[in-house]
């Protein structure tokens, strides 16, 4: 299974950031896996974004809830991260990654993408 983020790396404050991964080697909808996104920001640790199910349920961290939309386009096996409003502190590498939920890990990952928020 190979994951590809793909999106703009700079980002204007206030506006949306949107990002895609491109998964290959296995469907997005096959059970029982969640599509995830991971953020590091500089200097810090990862940062659990959000996943969509392979029944396209979503879950989103709390602290990011009101601003973050994932979803999927199961016909290109992709998968989208939006996240409104944003400030410099969501400048990060951001990375998709499958999570498996028999097994609770997330045992593939994109290599990451570096998006910046700046005006």
């Known amino acids: 299974v190979q994951l590809q983020e793909s999106g703009p790396g700079l980002v204007k404050p206030s506006q949306t950031l949107s990002l895609t991964c491109t998964v290959s080697?296995?469907?997005?909808?096959?059970?029982?896996?969640?599509w995830s996104w991971i953020r590091q920001p500089p200097g810090k640790g990862l940062e659990w974004i959000g996943y969509?199910?392979?029944?396209?349920?979503?879950r989103y961290s709390p602290s990011l809830n009101s601003r973050t939309s994932i979803s999927r386009d199961t016909s290109n096996n992709q998968f989208s991260l939006q996240l409104s409003s944003v400030t410099p502190e969501d400048t990060a590498v951001y990375y998709c990654?499958?999570?498996?939920?028999?097994?609770?890990?997330?045992?593939?990952w994109g290599q990451g993408t570096q998006v910046t928020v700046s005006s």
């Open positions: 969509i199910l392979y029944s396209g349920s979503t």
């Open positions: 990654a499958r999570y498996d939920l028999e097994y609770f890990l997330s045992d593939y």
């Open positions: 080697g296995g469907s997005i909808t096959t059970n029982y896996y969640a």
